[in-house]
């Protein structure tokens, strides 16, 4: 993959960095967050969710230190267009954001990217079942999901 696009925005206190990294490969964008997303930083990921060209998205979460009800927001509209997969591992307090809220199950949450981008390649969304069942008794849904994608020769 290739960088598109990125950029930093300093928040007032020192300590705090928002990075939304785009990239691009086979009409699929990878945005990679790292810091925290509050009502100060929201616009610039809700920004990068509509790369031009991209029919699907993956953000990657897993360096997201903080996260309020304006990343829930910017994820649930982007929603309409896109269904953004959210790539893991999720942070602890991004995690209980989703549980705290119960919209874990409006989106598809992978382990990780390369999950996300086998979920993706597959058609896979947040209104689509998935090809594994957590209860698949010692198969973990990444080794599912890479079974499912030798069967259909990916």
Do not use: N, W
């Not at 009502?39 to 790369?51: F, H």
């Amino acid at each position: 993959m290739s960088a598109v696009g990125g950029c930093t925005v300093p928040d007032r206190r020192a300590a705090r960095v928002l990075r939304v990294t785009v990239a691009g490969a086979r009409r699929t964008a990878l945005v990679r967050v790292s810091g925290e997303i509050d009502i100060e930083t929201g616009r610039l990921l809700e920004d990068a969710l509509y790369p031009e060209g991209a029919e699907r998205i993956i953000v990657d979460l897993s360096g997201c230190a903080f996260g309020d009800c304006t990343l829930l927001s910017v994820l649930l509209r982007a929603r309409r267009h896109l269904e953004p997969v959210l790539a893991g591992p999720l942070p602890a307090g991004i995690q209980r954001l989703f549980d705290l809220t119960d919209t874990t199950k409006a989106f598809t949450i992978t382990s990780d990217v390369s999950e996300a981008l086998l979920v993706q390649r597959h058609g896979g969304g947040a209104r689509t079942k998935s090809p594994c069942s957590p209860h698949d008794a010692g198969i973990t849904r990444s080794a599912c999901l890479r079974e499912v994608c030798s069967r259909h020769g990916a």
